[in-house]
């Protein structure tokens, strides 16, 4: 299995309040993504990163920020968490970019509950 | 604007009988498909791809197809196990444009002893 560990597991926060969730790898791997996984919509691409300090944001980015200061850590915070952000959020890792995507490989997932 | 639909939210199979998962994408840009497998708890696996150029790539008991007319693809696994029961992601995306991958809904396989 790829080296990757997000953490919390679970959380249950309130609304109005930050959340920051962690992505950790250890397989040197340049690119980093975080997806969130609703039901009737799937994975949905939130923002992604293709080095150091170089992130981008993806189809459903608003409420969310990140930052990779660290080519093993990709963080995802919640500035001020809504209920509809309540979700399970998966962080990604592939070496390569483009057409081997097949070289994704996902954490376990965060449940991340705003009440 | 749902790009890749599954319309499928689950499918019941009788365990060593064909289980087949269908796709839909809207996109005609689209050049490469794949399929991820989730089990609870986890995150999802990729299973199997398919590049537009081809319209059948087999591995195993797993084999997807691609209808580019139709803008349909699907995934057929023989026999069915126990242990392929899961949710099933179909993905999408573009090589030129560089485009992440879109996923679909999901479908809930179960297979049936």
């Known amino acids: 299995d790829a080296g990757i560990t997000q953490s919390p597991r679970h959380k249950v926060t309130e609304t109005g309040t930050p959340v920051t969730l962690r992505c950790h790898q250890t397989e040197n791997h340049r690119y980093m993504y975080w997806y969130r996984q609703d039901p009737g919509h799937g994975l949905r691409l939130i923002h992604y990163?293709?080095?150091?300090?170089?992130?981008d944001k993806g189809e459903v980015s608003d409420g969310y920020s990140v930052s990779r200061s660290k080519t093993e850590d990709f963080l995802l915070t919640l500035e001020s968490a809504t209920s509809s952000q309540t979700s399970v959020y998966f962080c990604?890792?592939?070496?390569?970019?483009?057409?081997?995507?097949?070289?994704?490989?996902f954490g376990s997932g965060t449940q991340l509950s705003v009440l | 604007d749902q790009q890749v639909k599954q319309n499928s939210p689950s499918l019941s199979v009788q365990e060593g009988r064909i289980s087949i998962l269908n796709c839909d994408y809207t996109n005609s840009m689209f050049d490469y498909f794949l399929w991820y497998k989730k089990y609870p708890a986890e995150g999802p696996t990729f299973l199997i791809s398919?590049?537009?150029?081809?319209d059948k790539n087999e591995d195993g008991r797993f084999t997807v197809f691609l209808n580019k007319s139709a803008k349909h693809l699907s995934l057929h696994i023989v026999p069915s196990q126990p242990g392929d029961s899961a949710v099933y992601f179909c993905a999408a995306s573009h090589i030129q444009g560089a485009q992440k991958l879109v996923f679909g809904q999901g479908t809930r396989l179960t297979i049936n002893p």
């Open positions: 990604a890792i592939s070496e390569i970019e483009g057409p081997t995507n097949e070289k994704l490989f």
């Open positions: 398919i590049s537009s150029i081809k």
């Open positions: 990163s293709y080095g150091v300090k170089d992130t």
